[in-house]
């Protein structure tokens, strides 16, 4: 039972790359989130996905795009990176079973240079 | 808009001393309220959540938290702290259901010899 996964662990673009940050969960969670973590500014929401098919955007959205492609996947684009984007990324499932609470991946720890 | 504020930036404390954090929402009716806990290098962690009834909540490693209603704050305490719980500390909140939690802008805690 692995929960939520994100990929890659680490990530290096130059400026105007694009990338997509990856995140799968096997807990049967309705919901998905993405925030992003910078220093002193705690976790923002990016993006969030209801449920499947669904998708709404948080504090932050600009300059990036989600794809939930189906209950377990919810992934997050970056089209043109940005230095601004230079933060770390994580992606958490919400389940209102027994476990009621967010459940958090490892992160993804995003450079743009 | 929903906030949650956590007053604190930097706590420094020496072992065995006890331990406060102040959390403050501004939600109108139910809230759902957490806090997580962040090792260095780590993701985020649920030390403790208040839904409803006994708004005294005890977590998990000896931690607990205070819900007072009227001073719209979830403080987080330990009588006594360890080394091993240096890491950052964050407050969140959100409504029933899936909505996303808003959290706040975290606590750093060193404990020292």
């Known amino acids: 039972n692995a929960g939520v996964t994100q990929t890659p662990k680490f990530q290096v673009l130059k400026t105007g790359q694009s990338m997509t940050l990856q995140c799968a969960q096997d807990?049967?969670?309705?919901?998905m989130y993405w925030y992003r973590q910078d220093p002193g500014m705690g976790l923002r929401l990016i993006y969030y996905s209801a449920s499947e098919g669904t998708t709404d955007k948080g504090e932050v959205p600009n300059g990036y795009n989600v794809s939930r492609l189906n209950k377990r996947e919810f992934s997050l684009r970056l089209e043109s990176a940005a230095p601004s984007q230079t933060s770390v990324y994580f992606c958490?499932?919400?389940?209102?079973?027994?476990?009621?609470?967010?459940?958090f991946g490892s992160g993804t720890r995003l450079t743009v240079v | 808009a929903q906030s949650v504020s956590q007053h604190n930036h930097h706590v420094i404390l020496s072992e065995a001393a006890s331990l406060e954090l102040g959390c403050n929402y501004s939600?109108?009716?139910?809230?759902?309220l957490f806090w997580y806990v962040q090792y260095p290098g780590q993701h985020l962690q649920l030390l403790l959540k208040y839904f409803s009834g006994d708004p005294l909540v005890k977590g998990i490693k000896g931690f607990e938290a205070e819900f007072i209603k009227s001073k719209f704050s979830f403080n987080l305490r330990k009588p006594s702290v360890q080394w091993s719980d240096t890491a950052e500390y964050f407050c969140a909140g959100g409504y029933s259901g899936n909505t996303p939690l808003v959290f706040g802008k975290g606590t750093r805690l060193s404990v020292i010899a």
């Open positions: 958490a499932g919400f389940s209102n079973l027994m476990s009621y609470g967010y459940t």
């Open positions: 807990m049967n969670h309705n919901s």
């Open positions: 939600y109108g009716g139910t809230v759902n």
